[in-house]
């Protein structure tokens, strides 16, 4: 088809310009017209970080065909602030600390905006409404809703400018005060670029051609065409690593691409480099490959099993890591409990679901460094792991830190880095790779699953005499951080407790999933539900308070860890103590339920949430109907 020519006013300015057919409003002003303030969180129209004004509506511009833009007035976040001067809302959004990471305030500004525009009263409940198509990973909302508050009050007169300022915390003065982040104006304004908004003059991009099998021999990859295909600048494989091929957090297990077999679907097997995103995928899907698929293990126990499909040479029995504890006897810690509990948990994969995808810039610079940068949560691990795949000194090799739109972690692996150095020092081109959101929802680390099986004995008052603790963790198909989170596990399994008797096994496994990697609270996440629900139901079993069963157990200064940490100060007890009292909680065992119950529906906690409880009923919203925040 040919090219479209758009015409349109844009942030007050008039623009004529050819467009590509198949591109979106996003495309458009964020490639063409170089306006990356709005992001693609999602290009499916439910985060709201590619929000933009259409002739005073807002709109999801990665939902609208650019076509559909001829003739109009469009507004992005770079036109709010009118020669530099923040609006009155981009300052509240600073002095309320609303954003963190920052990929998605942009959008959540447009979103504000389009709601004080509509209604400048609006109260905090129409403003949560009002913002319902925009996601944040970071904040937890309240900071947003505080800064939407702060904007209205300031427009309506009823605080003053001077609101907005920021406090002086004199110099030096910072403990306990309220200091704005340094970094927010660029964020609200939309002007903080990261590693997918940037460019560079002769940049390729960058396409990854993924494994479509969770195990198989890679008999052979053909990619004559595509070297030959018109604007296709390099295309790598295994065969391009010139030095050792494999990264990894703690075992170097994964290579930079697919070498001899894939071992998980979405894995990578070769990339391309080309003048546009639209040529590299037509080119990486022109690649041949040949597979003979091998049986697979989909589950931690199936990989433990006798006669399981190996994974890994080196692990004969699929075990990335087992970590053992053992602290007195626990057989005659049983012998000596009054009630012996055994229970099973389980816990799912979790995707991280950061805004920002995965992206990178790789380039060669004048000196010959082999630059990448890129949202890397571990640079300088990952500088010596590429410099080694690359054989080259380590002062050849650069790694920059580009800002981070939502890690919890999830950003600590090298799973894309080595091939944009690859791309750049074939093409000697600068080269950027941009995951789709599906690409990255379907080939990158997840919070490991888990299995635990979990005996626990205690005494009729609640003392616990032992426990045996035994939880499996499905690693997927490469080692990543699953031997950190193995030991964290052991480390946190058996909880705050004084416990004589221990035994602890968290052991990681090798199968043909995802794999597995760092998330926040890695590995104390998955034993601490084991454990604490544990202790819940032994509570309603003996007839215990919660609180006082975790009392009778915690440890206290002095007292020494299952891994021979002697404590020199415990807040546990302050914690259950602020905990009980500022939750009105009714005193006795768990076995009291629903309206039985005298600190539940107070005026001083936060309600339960229901489904559409912000909506009126009869005109009217009463407190005990509004949704908790």
Not at 49 to 75: H, N, R, Y
Not at 137 to 161: H, W
Request: net charge neutral; proline share 5%.
């Amino acid at each position: 088809m040919p090219d479209l020519r758009i015409e349109a006013v844009i942030n007050g300015r008039k623009v004529a310009r050819a467009a590509k057919p198949h591109q979106r409003l996003l495309d458009f002003v964020r490639d063409d017209l170089n306006l990356t303030g709005n992001k693609e969180g999602c290009g499916a129209g439910e985060c709201g970080t590619c929000s933009v004004f259409v002739d005073g509506v807002l709109m999801k511009s990665c939902l609208m065909p650019v076509a559909k833009a001829q003739g109009a007035t469009i507004e992005t976040v770079e036109g709010l602030a009118q020669k530099g001067e923040l609006t009155v809302l981009q300052k509240a959004f600073h002095k309320a600390g609303a954003s963190q990471c920052g990929y998605c305030i942009p959008g959540m500004v447009m979103a504000a905006t389009a709601a004080l525009r509509a209604n400048p009263h609006a109260d905090r409940e129409e403003i949560k409404e009002r913002l319902g198509g925009n996601i944040c990973r970071c904040t937890g909302y309240q900071k947003i809703f505080d800064a939407v508050e702060m904007a209205r009050d300031v427009q309506n007169g009823s605080l003053p400018a001077a609101a907005l300022d920021e406090i002086d915390a004199g110099e030096g003065d910072y403990i306990g005060k309220n200091v704005r982040r340094i970094d927010a104006p660029s964020k609200v304004a939309g002007l903080l670029r990261y590693a997918g908004d940037m460019t560079m003059p002769g940049m390729l991009h960058v396409h990854v051609l993924r494994s479509p099998h969770a195990h198989a021999k890679i008999l052979s990859i053909d990619t004559s065409a595509v070297e030959a295909m018109e604007g296709v600048e390099g295309v790598i494989t295994c065969d391009d690593v010139p030095g050792v091929d494999g990264f990894g957090v703690f075992v170097h297990d994964q290579p930079v691409m697919a070498r001899g077999k894939v071992r998980y679907v979405g894995e990578a097997v070769a990339a391309v480099a080309a003048e546009d995103p639209l040529t590299a995928r037509r080119a990486a899907e022109a690649i041949k490959v040949v597979y003979e698929p091998l049986p697979a293990v989909f589950t931690a126990e199936d990989a433990l099993g006798a006669g399981a499909p190996v994974l890994h040479d080196y692990a004969p029995d699929n075990i990335t890591t087992h970590i053992p504890i053992r602290v007195g006897d626990i057989e005659k810690g049983f012998a000596e409990s009054d009630l012996v509990l055994d229970e099973t948990y389980s816990t799912q994969a979790i995707e991280h679901a950061y805004l920002e995808p995965e992206a990178g810039l790789g380039f060669v610079d004048h000196d010959g460094v082999v630059t990448i940068v890129s949202p890397d949560q571990n640079i300088t691990h990952h500088r010596h792991m590429l410099a080694k795949i690359l054989a080259m000194p380590i002062s050849k090799v650069r790694f920059i830190m580009s800002p981070v739109g939502g890690g919890f972690g999830g950003k600590e692996d090298m799973i894309y880095q080595g091939m944009l150095a690859l791309l750049a020092m074939k093409t000697r081109r600068p080269v950027r790779l941009v995951f789709s959101r599906e690409e990255s929802i379907a080939t990158t680390a997840k919070r490991h699953p888990s299995k635990t099986t979990l005996r626990m004995g205690l005494t009729r008052d609640g003392r616990i005499r032992a426990v045996k603790f035994r939880m499996v963790c499905d690693g997927g198909a490469y080692g990543l951080s699953t031997e950190g989170v193995m030991r964290k596990a052991a480390i946190l399994g058996a909880g705050p407790y004084n416990i004589p008797n221990l035994q602890m096994d968290t052991i990681g496994v090798y199968t043909n999933n995802t794999p597995s990697g760092a998330f926040r609270s890695f590995g104390a996440l998955q034993t601490q539900f084991a454990t604490e629900t544990q202790l819940d139901i032994a509570a309603e079993r003996l007839g215990l308070d919660p609180f006082e069963i975790r009392r009778v157990n915690m440890m206290q200064a002095g007292s020494q860890t299952h891994t021979k940490q002697t404590l020199k100060s415990v807040s546990l007890g302050r914690c259950l103590d602020a905990a009980e009292q500022g939750s009105g909680w009714d005193k006795g065992a768990p076995s009291q339920r629903g309206g039985t119950r005298k600190d539940l529906n107070r005026d001083d906690t936060r309600p339960a949430v229901s489904l559409g409880a912000r909506f009126a009923v009869n005109g009217k919203v009463s407190g005990k109907q509004q949704a908790a925040e």
